[in-house]
């Protein structure tokens, strides 16, 4: 199970590691210190007690998970729901803390380069053609079978 002698990382660890060991993102200490389980310490002495919290946290966020994976579909913010879930387990285990972390660096990655200048510009000039050849086939098709209104569709 997660507790801090097989997963977390403490602040001594976490200080005593050079700046290299942190990670190419350059996490600092803080950061690293978060991994493990955040139970409440009269929970982690207990090792009955701190495996149920674990399956009550899993319980909890595999809930959350599946009720933003039926959200995909359907009306509703699904990702978002899954990230909720996934940041319920990442309360308790380490390999979600590593998901999530990686997570937050590809979403950080992906927002600079969507304003380098040269990636917005193709952006733009892309959703302008695509604009222009929407229009040119909706001005066809008006051209070819005319402008029928809904209620008269039928008739």
């Given at each position: 199970m997660n507790t801090e002698s097989d997963g977390g990382v403490g602040v001594a660890d976490a200080a005593a590691a050079p700046a290299a060991e942190r990670g190419a993102a350059g996490e600092t200490a803080e950061v690293e210190e978060r991994l493990g389980s955040r139970a409440p310490h009269f929970i982690k002495r207990s090792r009955p007690l701190h495996l149920s919290w674990q399956v009550g946290i899993f319980v909890v966020?595999?809930?959350v998970v599946v009720?933003?994976?039926?959200?995909?579909p359907l009306p509703g913010p699904g990702w978002l729901v899954i990230f909720a879930g996934m940041a319920i387990w990442a309360t308790e285990f380490v390999w979600a803390q590593l998901v999530l972390r990686w997570t937050k660096r590809k979403v950080t990655e992906a927002a600079q380069k969507a304003l380098d200048p040269k990636v917005r510009r193709r952006n733009?000039?892309?959703t302008s053609v695509g604009a222009v050849i929407i229009v040119a086939l909706l001005a066809v098709y008006l051209w070819k079978f005319g402008f029928v209104p809904p209620w008269h569709a039928g008739a």
């Open positions: 966020g595999l809930a009720g933003g994976v039926i959200m995909l733009i000039i892309l």
